[in-house]
């Protein structure tokens, strides 16, 4: 394969590279935005517990803690949903994380084999370099002997 082939498909894979990485930048950052959201909700609840017991305390009607109690309950439906939507976030940077890494071993693997290439190359030319340097001393040597 030609080197300007290789070279295109390198350029192609380093932005494909470039795309996985801020990919699994945003997905990244939507689980720690998840993280933080989840985080007020339970500390919203707790507050809520907070205050419903010391409301309990100040005495309550039958009604009122009903309506209390049933607001508790989807404060916690809320926090089961979320916990759930929380496993997605996590699939969603693990995937990113897997795609972005089978990238860059493919950016690395075309790296590798234009640098093998390159040094291939090198190595042709010297040895064709101590050739003609080796040509060049037996003419020489050739002609003080005839002279």
Request: neutral net charge.
């Amino acid at each position: 394969m030609a080197d300007n082939a290789l070279e295109l498909i390198l350029e192609r894979t380093k932005d494909d590279e470039h795309k996985a990485s801020l990919a699994l930048s945003n997905a990244r950052t939507e689980l720690e935005n998840y993280r933080e959201q989840l985080k007020q909700i339970e500390q919203y609840r707790l507050d809520y517990c907070k205050q419903l017991s010391a409301r309990g305390q100040q005495g309550l009607t039958a009604s009122s803690y009903g309506h209390l109690q049933k607001f508790l309950s989807q404060l916690d439906e809320t926090l089961v949903t979320q916990r759930e939507a929380g496993r997605q976030f996590e699939d969603q940077v693990e995937q990113c994380s897997e795609h972005w890494s089978e990238v860059r071993k493919k950016r690395r693997s075309i790296e590798w084999l234009l640098e093998k290439k390159h040094n291939e190359r090198q190595l042709l030319r010297d040895k064709q370099e101590q050739k003609l340097m080796d040509e060049f001393a037996t003419l020489q040597f050739a002609r003080r002997i005839h002279r």
